[in-house]
């Protein structure tokens, strides 16, 4: 057998070619002795499983995890370890242990794929144990991210040594989850109750030198081999005979007042964390950390993880984690498929969207040329990118130096000559196709014959736009959400004719600046805004039946959306949805339905806009943002109640969130069957990201699935059967899934 392996004295793994001549093998492990080529160098291999190995570097023996990309801890991680502990341990001539990862990063984690089925092998807990048990020095090497049941197995070694560009954390929170492989016992025990449920309950990684001050590693270095560093570190250890310190006999902190501390912990999370059941189990689990013995704790530990690992909440916490990723997958395109470069990017369009897209890659590092055709505007504009600059270096959120640079990167201009070269531009003007058909054409004359010509319509055809230049092949969509500068989600929209280098550098640029990208198709409103309609829809017909905008929007919020509908539509201003009608009925698309939007048309008509006008569904005080209940809408309401014949009754809160939700399914399906989204995670993705849909819910396609398809089928004809089937007739795709008792998540 031909290998490729390192001494790990400070060698990257490409260095030495090894011969390894593999003896005794010892059934699924292999043994084998690796010379150079030069044959002088000699190390012993044996192989633990697929994924781990041992070599002894002298007396040092080294655990070697190798299970690329980010060295999830899969099962035969778990149990090449614990194989590993047991050969070094037995072994007299291991002085002491380094517990290495190969590649760029430490064990990222469980494996998220296999969390919720049941676990094969040994446990982290095991791992930890087994390490922590062993009676030679064991330092653990880290490097990359240190996260989850990899820094849980860290803590399990009686010495951390990490390289300055570790970041450490506890993410699980993330998934709905608290460590459950000893972390909530052992990091107290380290750092103290506090600074612990800082990490369990936020999440958040801390980088190596914070890491340093807390005491959760005894050695940082600079950028050198990480696994010569700890190599050397082990034979000091060994050298020194320096106790070795087992955490699980740590005594825990005391705490004066443990359950004031707690408390104000607790309800810190309730505030950040809102609805979240995972961070207050994170501070049960730590309080047994406190209060009971260690192994107490750590049972209290796995009962809570149970729990969680099978919740909803995790269950769809880790869908998400798992479709954000799959989003950059592009069915029918190949990965390698070479791409434009963008060094250079112009925006037409100083308003609300103008501004944000502009700030969004100027905040990335590109240049940009922002081109507004009134020089009153413009300068408008660049004072609102100059404010945001400023509110930025006010914050500390960046220096001097980088406020400086990000204001010189927008340049402003009133005329398209500023295109000359840019790679990329984004037209965002009023939405109005002859405005954006003379714009694109003028585009096409002034953009360079290689340049992108991307618009951020929200909801117009993007083939149409595209026909007005002679190159529809370089057209596409760039739906970017309000504020753009800070909102994640971008609908990557593909018109008929958008040549495929040009969908996949729109999706490359939308991850370098920071942003989910999602492919969508062309279609009225794309992903999101086509499933938006039927959820504004129904939340106005509630109106009419019954329920006020408060109530409306209170159980939706309920429900868990960021916002309610209502209040949403005043902060975006309720001119835009009346605008968009206006097309729709012009273009006879609209339904033919009189109840249809009249609601917020009629208080267009009365000037009442919304935040902007401090009046729409609600009435604003002077400069507030908070929504306050009007006499003059509920009036209003009850007038075209009366009007259109609608009978008023009590409505509940389970229907609104019923009649508004589950349209949103109704809709996606239909999204799904015509092939412009690419697959449920997609429009999950879409929802949780640009539309406030409950992360702990996972997305209206992952809701669809653990309310069960049957049921959803079952209430869409109900209520067909109430209010007719023009919005009511179930798409295709949930029958069929339901006969063939699917789910959504199989399509995925
Ligand atoms: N289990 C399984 N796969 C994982 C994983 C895990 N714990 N962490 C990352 N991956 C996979 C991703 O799905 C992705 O796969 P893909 O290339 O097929 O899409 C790949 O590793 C790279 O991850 P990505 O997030 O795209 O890379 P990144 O460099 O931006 O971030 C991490 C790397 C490790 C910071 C990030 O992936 C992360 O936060 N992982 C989860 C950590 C975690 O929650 N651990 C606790 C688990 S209980």
């Not at 049960?284 to 009971?292: C, G, I, N, Q």
């Not at 009629?602 to 306050?628: H, I, N």
């Not at 959803?712 to 295709?732: I, K």
Request: hydrophobic letters at 45%; aromatic letters at 4%; charged letters at 25%.
């Amino acid at each position: 057998m031909d290998r490729v392996g390192s001494t790990g004295e400070g060698r990257t793994r490409a260095m030495y070619s090894f011969v390894c001549k593999r003896s005794c093998p010892l059934s699924t492990l292999g043994r084998a002795t690796l010379a150079t080529s030069a044959g002088t160098q000699a190390l012993v291999v044996t192989e633990h499983s697929e994924t781990v190995r041992s070599e002894r570097h002298g007396e040092i023996g080294v655990i070697v995890v190798d299970n690329p990309p980010v060295n999830a801890i899969a099962p035969s991680v778990r149990d090449g370890i614990y194989s590993a502990v047991q050969e070094l341990s037995a072994d007299e001539a291991v002085g002491a242990v380094v517990l290495h990862c190969a590649g760029s990063t430490f064990m990222a984690g469980a494996d998220i794929r296999g969390l919720g089925a049941r676990p094969t092998g040994r446990t982290t807990t095991e791992i930890s144990a087994a390490l922590e048990a062993m009676r030679k020095p064991v330092v653990a090497a880290l490097q990359g991210n240190a996260l989850g049941g990899g820094l849980e197995i860290a803590l399990g070694c009686h010495f951390r040594c990490a390289h300055s560009g570790t970041r450490l954390g506890l993410p699980e929170v993330n998934l709905g989850l608290i460590p459950g492989g000893g972390g909530t016992q052992r990091l107290p025990r380290l750092v103290g109750v506090e600074a612990a449920l800082q990490m369990i309950g936020s999440g958040k990684p801390v980088t190596a030198a914070e890491a340093l001050r807390l005491g959760l590693v005894d050695r940082v270095v600079e950028p050198v081999d990480i696994l010569a560093a700890a190599v050397a570190y082990a034979r000091e250890l060994r050298d020194a005979a320096v106790p070795l310190r087992r955490l699980s006999e740590v005594a825990p902190p005391s705490v004066p007042d443990l359950d004031a501390l707690l408390s104000s912990i607790e309800s810190g999370l309730r505030r950040t964390r809102k609805g979240e059941q995972a961070p207050l189990k994170a501070i049960e689990a730590v309080r047994a950390a406190v209060t009971t013995p260690f192994h107490e704790g750590l049972a209290t530990e796995a009962r809570l993880f149970a729990e969680l690992e099978n919740s909803s909440q995790s269950r769809a916490l880790r869908h998400l984690f798992l479709a954000e990723r799959q989003v950059a997958k592009l069915r029918g395109i190949p990965v390698d498929t070479p791409v434009r470069a963008v060094r250079r990017v112009g925006v037409v369009g100083g308003g609300t969207m103008g501004r944000g897209i502009a700030l969004a890659f100027c905040n990335a590092g590109l240049p940009v040329a922002l081109v507004e055709n009134e020089p009153a505007a413009l300068e408008r504009a660049m004072a609102a990118i100059a404010d945001v600059h400023a509110g930025a270096l006010g914050k500390g959120r960046i220096t001097a130096g980088q406020h400086a640079e990000r204001i010189a990167r927008i340049r402003g201009a009133t005329d398209m000559s500023a295109f000359a070269e840019v790679d990329l531009v984004i037209e965002a003007v009023f939405e109005d196709m002859a405005l954006k058909r003379r714009v694109f054409a003028d585009l096409e004359r002034i953009c360079p014959s290689h340049a992108i010509l991307a618009t951020n319509t929200s909801a117009l055809d993007i083939d149409a736009i595209a026909g007005a230049t002679g190159r529809p092949q370089d057209v596409i969509g760039l739906h970017f959400f309000s504020p753009a500068h800070i909102m994640r989600l971008v609908e990557v929209v593909q018109g008929r004719q958008t040549a495929t280098d040009v969908i996949a550098t729109a999706m490359k640029l939308v991850k370098s600046i920071d942003k989910i990208g999602v492919l969508a198709g062309n279609c009225d409103g794309f992903i999101g805004n086509r499933m938006l309609a039927g959820y504004r829809r129904e939340a106005e017909f509630l109106l009419l039946e019954g329920a006020s905008p408060q109530q409306v929007d209170h159980a939706l919020v309920g429900f868990g959306m960021a916002m309610g509908p209502h209040a949403m539509g005043d902060m975006a201003g309720l001119d835009i949805g009346a605008a968009g009608r206006r097309r729709r009925r012009a273009e006879g698309t609209l339904p033919d339905d009189p109840r249809f939007g009249v609601i917020a048309d009629k208080l267009v008509e009365l000037g009442r806009l919304g935040q902007k006008t401090s009046a729409g569904f609600y009435r604003y005080q002077p400069g507030s943002r908070d929504p306050l209940p009007d006499s003059e809408v509920a009036d209003l309401i009850e007038q075209e109640a009366l009007r259109l014949g609608v009978t008023r009754r009590q409505v509940s809160d389970e229907e609104i969130v019923e009649r508004c939700v589950y349209p949103l399914i109704n809709e996606a399906a239909r999204i799904l069957e015509e092939g412009i989204a690419q697959r449920p995670g997609d429009i999950d993705v879409v929802w949780v990201n640009g539309y406030g849909f409950p992360r702990v819910r996972g997305g209206p396609m992952q809701f669809a699935d653990e309310t069960g398809l049957a049921r959803v089928l079952e209430r869409l004809q109900q209520f067909g059967r109430q209010h007719g089937p023009l919005y009511w007739t179930p798409a295709p795709l949930i029958e069929r899934l339901v006969a063939e008792n699917a789910t959504f998540a199989t399509l995925n």
